[in-house]
């Protein structure tokens, strides 16, 4: 071995084991020691503190519970922003600790994803945290059954510093897809807290109401939609959350061409995605992004067309028994950074394609080619749980009759 090769992995091998002791200090001495302090107060039994890992507000996922508690006015709700890889490192330690200190007195903790901080604390056992997930049914992993792979950690990191330990309920789109949530949240010894309860965030596309409202809305947003059917293009990020980038092989001027006198296209980003690609100059009177004007709630409601590729959004939209597109051009590439739950083919919906054409072929013959009897057991296997009540199911099963 030549010198210059020696100290590379020389310094290599000193650079990982600093920061694995780093992160044995920041846990295990000063995670666990802040939070032990503050639990010697007593348990506040009205006290509920609700943590985004990454978003900067309350998210879909939260908002209808957090809504309903606070309505509440014996309950003192509080919300922390992690905001991991998107702040510093030390900003980020700042935060965890005051999420720390008052998650130590509170009865009852809700995330919608997974945080190896509240994960890995010695917490209590008077204070009851549910996983209410962020996401419907089972599309792509996540958690521990990415160990290995290029998108997840090693098993043994994963084990060391859980993501989901602590866990007492995880509320669930159906009760199907238990097995893939106790593998990726290493629940094989506490399978019954996974709970079939509905995904509290699908209540809302049960509403007339809110359905109406979200027509009027994409309406304000884009004129130019009314009187042509709409198509929603969805797609997930790529890579990592914290440098999310967006797929750009899209043809719109060619979609634009095919179908601009029937159909318009929206375009809903992933919320972890900062530089999206733009429209293309001369479709502005065809296709739009929407990101930071529309929820995806509310595009999901007034689309007659979803075009997505591995965002379980697609879960979503089965409730309204309408087609869909699964655009993989990159599906090897993907498996391989992060693999499914299930066969990607047999579990689509509608047609898988790899090119803009493919997705106009279809469309022009939606009529005869759409399979609404596959959407339906798509909806029955994935999303049986969810008929807009999930949220007062959630309530009942963490507050019990206190919520009523």
Avoid at 258 to 268: C, D, F, H, N, P
């Amino acid at each position: 071995m030549d010198r210059q090769k020696f100290y590379k992995q020389l310094t290599g091998s000193i650079r990982h084991g600093m920061a694995h002791a780093a992160k044995f200090l920041t846990f295990r001495i000063l995670y666990n020691g802040i939070y032990c302090i503050h639990a010697r107060k007593p348990v506040k039994e009205n006290k509920v503190l609700f943590v985004e890992v990454r978003e900067a507000a309350i998210s879909n996922s939260f908002q209808l519970l957090f809504d309903r508690i606070r309505e509440k006015k014996a309950y003192h709700v509080h919300a922390h922003y992690l905001r991991s890889g998107f702040v510093g490192r030390l900003e980020y330690i700042r935060r965890c600790t005051a999420m720390l200190k008052d998650l130590a007195d509170a009865k009852y903790v809700f995330l919608n994803e997974g945080c190896n901080v509240i994960g890995s604390i010695p917490m209590r056992r008077e204070t009851i945290l549910t996983q209410t997930w962020h996401a419907c049914g089972a599309f792509k992993k996540f958690g521990f059954s990415t160990a290995e792979l290029k998108y997840g950690e090693t098993a043994q990191e994963m084990k060391k510093y859980p993501y989901y330990g602590n866990t007492a309920y995880v509320t669930l789109s159906s009760a199907h897809i238990a097995w893939a949530y106790e593998e990726a949240m290493l629940l094989s010894a506490h399978k019954d807290c996974l709970k079939a309860t509905g995904v509290s965030r699908t209540d809302v596309f049960f509403q007339t109401d809110f359905i109406a409202a979200a027509r009027k809305h994409v309406y304000r947003q884009m004129p130019f939609a009314e009187g042509r059917k709409i198509i929603l293009y969805a797609p997930t990020f790529r890579g990592h959350a914290s440098k999310a980038s967006s797929p750009d092989c899209l043809d719109i001027r060619m979609l634009k061409q095919a179908l601009g006198s029937e159909y318009v296209l929206v375009i809903k980003q992933h919320p972890f995605v900062r530089d999206p690609a733009a429209v293309p100059a001369g479709c502005g009177d065809f296709a739009k992004d929407v990101t930071k004007e529309l929820s995806i709630e509310e595009l999901l409601c007034v689309s007659d067309i979803c075009i997505s590729d591995y965002s379980s959004i697609v879960f979503e939209y089965s409730l309204f028994g309408r087609p869909m597109l699964f655009y993989a051009y990159d599906l090897e590439d993907y498996f391989d950074w992060r693999g499914f739950y299930y066969d990607y083919h047999e579990l689509a919906p509608g047609p898988v394609v790899r090119s803009s054409e493919e997705i106009i072929d279809f469309i022009r013959h939606i009529d005869e080619r759409f399979d609404a009897e596959r959407i339906r057991r798509f909806r029955e296997q994935f999303m049986e749980a969810c008929d807009g009540h999930a949220t007062d199911r959630i309530l009942e099963l963490v507050f019990g009759g206190n919520m009523l």
